[in-house]
């Protein structure tokens, strides 16, 4: 099924969350002017996936019909590839589409479950998760993904820590579902969406079984209260791009949170944490390139308007172009990292498709550390005008706005007007509290890079690499016709399947 | 003279310059709020002065008693030592001292002064450039510096511009003085200034005469109009350090401004121009250096402090220490670069000691480049609440206080109010408007990374260190004791005496 | 066809090549210990076609049967893949593959036959082209690529040279074909190959039409002089890798050398010449990713066996993972660059699918620019002692050996002698002569990374991107239907089909 | 006493120590082919200092006369700055000045005597360590430091060694003085110095007392052998530079040396010898500053040079220019390290000034992770032909040299014999065993990358910048003037003056 942006807001206001922007309850989601640009944001994937023209990229195709392409799990290397492109278009009209994470979390709960069935007599959680997944798509729902805890002490694991709620945890097994107390701390768009899907944040031991958890609630449970930030920079009149797409992240608290038993993927069956915690974060590592490279796009055509409009020639500036295309270089560098992934996308349980975790993870850490010299270079092509404009209150001074249009203005056949508006709009994206935001979630979302580089290393078939330099160090080796030479493509590049769903060995296991 | 903060602040109350903040005229700068930031912040380095503790740092002696060391011309490389330090140390509690500026500028009029007044019958600019210091140190002003134009059509020099007001410029000579229109477009903190000094922007040309034009004004002077942003993020509750110390920037605007012959330091002698932009852009940009390592000192004890509210020990945590000690590299490996141009401090015209300008330009140009890298560390160190953890709107309300505190509290033994402060406090100085605006402003304040570069390769003698591998590459080098080998600290490190007056050869001109 | 090692080795026996090594005149390439090295390096290439493990990557089938990859044209998106995997496991043995220039130079006059065909009058370029990689294939020849001009003074293009012999040019043509003179300066592998394919090197104006040539000789044609360098290191003992891999370049003298037209691509079609020159570096810029991949995943294997012999445990040592993981990002970053190159690879003339250029030249200028941080990460890995350890010259010194083996050896279960070893493998590879020229081959090889960003800026879709912004900046964006946005997976990311084929506008045009 | 560069190899003809290179035994180590250019960059310190033009920077004034400015032990800020200034004099002249380390190390030990002296009854470490600054100084010694022990498994203490001699350590106490056995492993230029002071390598604890021992022997000492490998690359024909000046580094193996108690600076007293190991640490990195800084001036020069013999004009080409300008910015920012460290030295005990850690470890540690990059940088510059123009072997090759120094050349007003000889130059200094000799050095000599950091941080002021930050937050600093704020310039930068000589806490505490 395929709502419109429409019914998408109308859905919201069907729905009665307990969600605080700034200290105030909000009355309705929908119509909050401090979530707006969530809202607006969310509702471009749904309007999008019903235009003629974005239709092909937005949507998937399924036994029950169409259906919106952020929910689809990947079934094959050109699903991976479809989804980063689809999720770089909506990212370039958005900054992020933040709906994505939905089928980065099913794709997960999914691939894991059939091991977790195997694990046990009369589990079904492959059937749960298949129904969930259909749940979703054939109500064409948006889902907020809550997997990072807000962790308390972080030298301590979950079980012991002071105040157990700083984590998700079940309080209480009943016969019809599980009772769940605790807290997410960063949860992407949280008010306005449909429900939302918690995800553990972090391979478990035994000890810390209570916190093995995953399921999904509606966004309006009994017991779950949303503390949300603005979306964007709603209300702002700088705002050029952020006043109208934005992203709210919320604090959820869950207090006696009652989850029926079939919308739960996970509930004491600590060693399979790890696995679903690993599996959603390479699945969600891997979009997340395709964000950053729309935000990417953004810089790139403003910074090269900005050089117009300040009458220079990127042609005739080797300085300028210089940076603009180290830009691309950054972008592109880190989206065929996104693209690598795809190609050697490993083949999992249930007929999922799994991105390559090693380039996966690269990528994601090349857009997590460049994205500030990214902001660097936007700023050395636009000039430092973009932070010294008057602001929008002085566009219609009457005593200065006139003198200001012809002193200000660049090129001459470039209006004042036109300058001034991109400018903003840079100053916006990157030079703003949504800038530094973008920064912030682009470094740590989906995990620190630390996590990224653990990620990388435990990965890497490190010992194929140590096995080719002994037999060179032998120099038998061309003679030996017997010996065997590895050749080709690695399915997964991983060490041995297993890895994958093993719990990580050592080092700190959370990944968020 | 040293004024009291209090009587800076009345001061300016005598003075009504023609100031609009957000489309808004207003009508005492002293009591604007938002402008107070940036009072505060000026008021700090009137303050410090009078301090106890603070007075050995900020103090200068002259023949007519204690001055503002803000003010005071170097005449050793030890007082550019002492610069160094006194900016470090006010930058430290406000950000931007911005006071500074004033000792740069008269410093680069002083010494250009004896070679204008040698190129001309009659002239007086020695004179009247030591009476100018006299003045400011003697009453302890505060003097905003207008240097960069706005500029226009940036591929066509001054005179070429279709509008002639893009750049300031002599528009009238008359017995008393001369009569100045046009526009800079970047004037640090102009509208709490009791005085601006004009500049000239770039290199001229003949063509360009009227517009190599260097001047002081009152900040009320007929026909001055500053069209200003405000000063950091005033009533922003969640501007913990932003709300209380920041920097306005003002368009300036002038539309037939008399000028009194005595406060005119260049009217029209073009081939000086050079040489006075280039002197101030040498001292302004090894300043710079001392204030952006205040800021540092802030990113590295919040960094610190924040992994400690985490409930981490930097001790037990490899990575953290790796990007807390990266951080310490960065600003420390730029202010080395500021100490070492004071070392190698050259001797002027008028007693005036001006900094080395190759490491004062790789100094700046470090902290430009690496200021992004600086944001990145720091949050690379707080990990990713610092976007994510409720608002100031959310501490007050009764309804989500209590458990928030509870819940979201690191270490116990760091209540939750610590924690968020210093993630608030992060948040402001890296990503928030001010966080972006002291990104950009690092990078293209006192010239762009290209200005940088260019002064860097012009001013290095590399045509020694062409002789030198000659020298070797002639193998006799060692057995010929007539060859002489260069040795020694050079005076400046550059090629000649004279380059440091002459008007650079070719390249893009403009410094700002 | 496919000839066994000895074979190609027996088949050098039968040319008689013009060969300076050093100074002296070489008798026998196949016998010369001088160019062993490199020899062997080939002589691989055609063993790994034949051994049962590796044929299935070296392979590629035609209609005339099976021949070697490194002769084949990419005809497809997963041929470029193939190219990928099958020349990255060559340089992993060798370090550098060498005879797949012959498969990109062969693509780019394959590809370009058909435009130059159009363009005049009974023109068989088409033809030639084909029937020349019949021959290459069907024989299973080892073609040595001439690209890069001496050059002469590299301000002036080629016809205004004082020395016109500093580029190879066309000095006769007669009935039966051309007469050619002039000098290409670094030729891969050339005294071991059966022939030279001879690609103009850079765009061509009509002035240099008689520059503009494109032909096949044989190696020991008349009037082709060789001077070489030794390949790798032949004859050091401490040169574990580059005693026995390695590779010759060549300055190739051509004195009148006598081409038939049949092996004539290009003679004087000067408006050709860029789209010949930058398809062939597209496609090689594009191998070099892999090859270079492959010697990075030694120094991988290095740096992991040197760490365990100096008796530490990389899971307990986090510098050392950190530089191990930073090789790995490197490594695999500029390959993922490659592989997405090939996923969005263009369909050119005559079933020619070319690698995306953006992609290719991030590729390549990443692993260009980054090889020196490779080399930095391999010896921060492996500590000091790989240059400080005895030579080998020490291993058989009875006074010392025994004495040096016990104390310098490190953890107690791992031999000094496989501690040295490995220490000298790492020295080979990156701390000798032919760890030096690795770097300055993968800097300048292909292009100089001034090359690669020029490519970059001019083939990448500034103008979508610019578009995209107006688009938003434009506020009615989102009502506007009927507006079209652009979605999709694009065609070789190029602004139109034309600039492909057409010279360069501006800037330097000459590609390596 | 000044010997001068004759005088100084006839001094070494006195000596007879156990020397081997590639497996001989030295008969006479001044005569010594393989040793020449290590004897030749040692002589020029000595002709340094007699030579009219570079006396002033190489000469020393005591009590007892002049001396050589590289055994000085620093007392003053003026004389670290003079130490900078003469090393890299002599080091752009040789590549590696190696006699400076006498200086670093005697004013380790002289530091650090009265704090020895000090902690027990009846020691005289203090007029030892003066006695022989006194005959170093007296005699124009030229003295190795040996400090680098073997280690053997890096994961285990001294004492816990399956192989004790991997360390150097104390056999027998005997009345007239201490019998050492053990092997110290990266020693420069060894072979030709008149005596080894050997350090201790690290901190240590009272288990490995034994292997806290610090003293002096003649390089002829009976039981002390020398495996060494030769210096630079001694008769290689392209070797222009490393032909006739470099360094050796020998592994020194101690069989029962015995060593009178007035050699002996340290045997036993454990706790003292982190502080030992610390200061020399710390001067030697501010010395190796001073080293690269002229390894950079070479490269600055030989990057011109080849620019010109190339046929381009820096002033026209932006890329190169731009390469240059990085090239000169990592030099003198490193530099700028060393200088800053000089100005902010601590005063020690026994009148020694240290430089301070904080910048000469940041300087350190910059130019060995840069080195790589200014390879590349000068790769950039001076394009592929340095690894690829004919070897000199063909210079005279009667059928080849003609054509070859026709088409090779570049400027037709430059000859190709200058070209080749600076591309030879570039090659021998940064693509050849000499070249990744220099970058392993670099990165690895007086420390790995490791130990900076880890002095970095624990020499930082944190606590500091965690209270300035702690004043902000409470917002009555401003009105609270009897807080106290800290100011001026800090002596030493270090936390308290205590750390400096207590071992450091955790971390891994080797410093080599």
Same mark, same amino acid.
């Given at each position: 099924m395929l709502m419109s942006d429409a019914e998408y807001r109308e859905s919201l206001r069907a729905l009665k969350p307990s969600v605080y922007v700034d200290g105030r309850a909000v009355a309705c989601v929908a119509d909050e002017p401090a979530l707006a640009p969530g809202v607006n944001a969310v509702g471009l994937t749904y309007a999008f996936a019903l235009r003629e023209d974005t239709a092909p990229a937005l949507r998937a195709e399924g036994p029950g019909g169409a259906y919106n392409r952020m929910l689809h799990v990947p079934g094959s290397d050109a699903d991976l590839l479809q989804k980063l492109e689809a999720v770089r278009l909506v990212c370039r009209y958005t900054g992020c589409a933040q709906r994505y994470l939905a089928g980065d979390a099913i794709a997960a709960i999914l691939q894991v479950a059939p091991a977790l069935d195997a694990d046990g007599p009369g589990r079904e959680y492959g059937t749960r998760a298949r129904a969930y997944r259909d749940h979703v798509t054939g109500r064409d729902l948006a889902v907020g993904i809550a997997m990072t805890d807000a962790k308390g002490d972080r030298s301590l694991r979950p079980h012991a820590q002071p105040r157990p709620d700083t984590h998700v945890h079940v309080v209480e097994r009943r016969r019809d579902g599980i009772v769940v107390s605790g807290t997410k701390a960063i949860v992407t768009g949280a008010p306005y969406m449909h429900e939302l899907l918690v995800m553990p944040g972090r391979a478990m031991t035994a000890a810390d079984a209570d916190f093995a958890v995953c399921f999904a609630v509606p966004a309006? !449970? !009994? #017991?779950l209260t949303m503390v949300a930030r603005p979306a964007g920079r709603p209300g702002e009149a700088a705002a050029s791009f952020s006043g109208r797409f934005g992203q709210s992240t919320a604090v959820c608290l869950f207090d006696r949170v009652f989850v029926p038993w079939e919308r739960?993927?996970?509930? #004491?069956?600590?060693?399979?944490s790890a696995a679903i915690t690993y599996a959603y974060a390479t699945h969600h590592r891997h979009t997340c390139i395709a964000a950053r490279a729309g935000f990417g796009d953004l810089l790139i055509g403003a910074g090269a308007l900005m050089t117009e409009a300040n009458g220079l020639d990127l042609a005739d500036a080797p300085g300028l172009r210089e940076a603009m295309t180290d830009l691309i270089r950054i972008v592109e560098g880190f989206y065929a990292c996104g693209v690598a992934a795809s190609v050697y996308g490993t083949a999992e349980a249930a007929g999922v498709v799994m991105p390559d975790a090693v380039f996966a993870n690269i990528g994601k850490l090349l857009l997590a550390t460049q994205i500030y010299e990214m902001h660097r270079l936007a700023h050395e092509v636009s000039g430092g005008l973009i932070v010294a404009l008057p602001g929008p209150g002085e566009d219609h001074n009457p005593l200065t706005a006139g003198r200001l249009s012809e002193v200000l203005a660049g090129r001459s056949d470039i209006p004042y007007e036109k300058r001034i508006a991109v400018a903003r709009f840079i100053e916006d994206l990157t030079a703003s509290y949504q800038g530094g935001w973008y920064s912030v979630i682009s470094l740590h979302g989906g995990g620190s890079p630390h996590a990224m580089k653990n990620e990388i290393f435990r990965r890497y078939p490190v010992a194929d690499r140590v096995e080719l330099v002994l037999d060179l160090l032998d120099r038998g080796m061309l003679a030996d016709a017997t010996r065997r030479i590895r050749i080709g493509r690695q399915p997964g590049r991983c060490c041995a399947q297993g890895c994958r769903t093993a719990p990580p060995a050592g080092g700190r296991d959370d990944v968020s």
């Open positions: 309006d !449970a !009994a #017991g739960v993927f996970l509930a #004491g069956e600590w060693a399979h």
